[in-house]
């Protein structure tokens, strides 16, 4: 169906333009630190102009997932293709460029941003490191269009503020226009929402989402919280111990999740679980399933073969017992 090119941004058309379908795939690709294993094989890809979000629980290797993506991490083994290029070999021969490409806001601004810069400098500084600006007043330029986009003040009071004057909303919103300020495709946010208080959390989320329509980004959400990544999401996948274990459509996965620790995930946050929910830190048998030791539905082979991810119904799934939403009263499994 043709795409009206005027209603999205110029990244999408020019991916549109050139055939590129995704932005990023990750393909096979692992993680340890020591002798923790941090992301097992694993294939990601994200469409270009979509949000894909990553939810999982505190260590299932959503941030490693995230910044090996970024490229900040290099996977033990896999690869990884950006914009249609080996993102390998652009790192080898120009790591610039591509983190030009590539924005990443992270959890807590406070540590993301160096306390001895005011707001201009912090904004300021990825276009000093990439050397994009002539002169001073192009900076500038550059900068207030970037904080315009965040909606904060471009007064020079403002500008010559610190962090330690600045609330967490405003201080996350100064990291955001730090990330957008090279005209990034594809933005990585990990967590940013997370350090906020409620009430500043969902202005910062409307925020992001207007950006990323505004723009045209591709984007890869990070979060824990499984309700708000459904509310941003076109694509949604859920981690467990350093795997990908069912990813597709954000509401077809809430919705009705085929994945046994999806449902629990779900339950557990919409209070339908009858059981205190704990994905176990059961010791997991190296070639059997991350989530064999609390599953309800879990037989042998759960323990001896990890399931491969097969796609079904515009959903992909690991699990041997994959399970349709008419199956959830039978199976009891809440």
């Given amino acids: 169906e043709p795409v009206a090119l005027e209603v999205i941004g110029d990244h999408q058309v020019r991916c549109i333009r050139h055939g590129i379908v995704s932005i990023l795939e990750l393909k096979q690709v692992e993680k340890s630190y020591g002798d923790v294993v941090a992301l097992r094989p694993t294939d990601l890809t994200i469409k270009a102009g979509e949000v894909f979000s990553i939810v999982g629980e505190t260590g299932s290797g959503k941030t490693t997932m995230a910044m090996t ?7 033990d083994n896999g690869t990884r293709v950006f914009d249609g290029h080996d993102m390998d070999e652009w790192i080898r021969r120009d790591y610039k460029s591509l983190a030009r490409q590539i924005g990443v806001i992270y959890q807590s601004p406070a540590e993301s941003i160096s306390h001895r810069f005011t707001v201009f400098e912090a904004v300021a500084e990825p276009l000093k490191i990439h050397g994009l600006c002539r002169n001073s007043a192009e900076r500038l330029e550059r900068v207030i269009k970037a904080l315009a986009h965040v909606h904060l003040s471009t ?7 610190y962090p330690h004057e600045l609330n967490m909303g405003a201080l996350q919103r100064v990291s955001m226009a ?42 890869l959400f990070v979060t824990h919280d499984i309700g708000l990544a459904r509310k941003i999401s076109d694509r949604l996948g859920v ?77 992909s799934v690991a699990c041997h017992f994959r399970q349709d939403e008419k199956n959830r009263e039978k199976e009891n499994i809440t």
């Fill in 178 to 219: 730090r990330s957008l300020v090279l005209n990034p495709s594809l933005l990585i946010a990990d967590e940013p929402t997370s350090s906020l208080d409620p009430s500043v959390q969902a202005k910062v989320l409307k925020l992001l989402l207007d950006l990323q329509i505004e723009l045209g980004l591709s984007m």
């Fill in 155 to 161: 007064d020079k009071a403002f500008l010559g503020r």
């Fill in 239 to 315: 981690m467990l111990k350093g795997r990908l274990i069912e990813f597709g459509p954000a509401s077809l996965v809430i919705d009705k999740p085929a994945h046994p620790y999806t449902r629990l995930l779900i339950d557990s946050v919409s209070g339908l679980s009858q059981k205190p929910f704990n994905s176990g830190s059961g010791k997991v048998e190296p070639g059997g399933c991350p989530f064999e030791p609390r599953c309800p539905l879990a037989k042998d082979v759960c323990k001896n073969r990890n399931p491969q991810m097969l796609e079904r119904d515009h959903r």
């Fill in 69 to 75: 993506a970024a490229g900040a991490l290099k996977p």
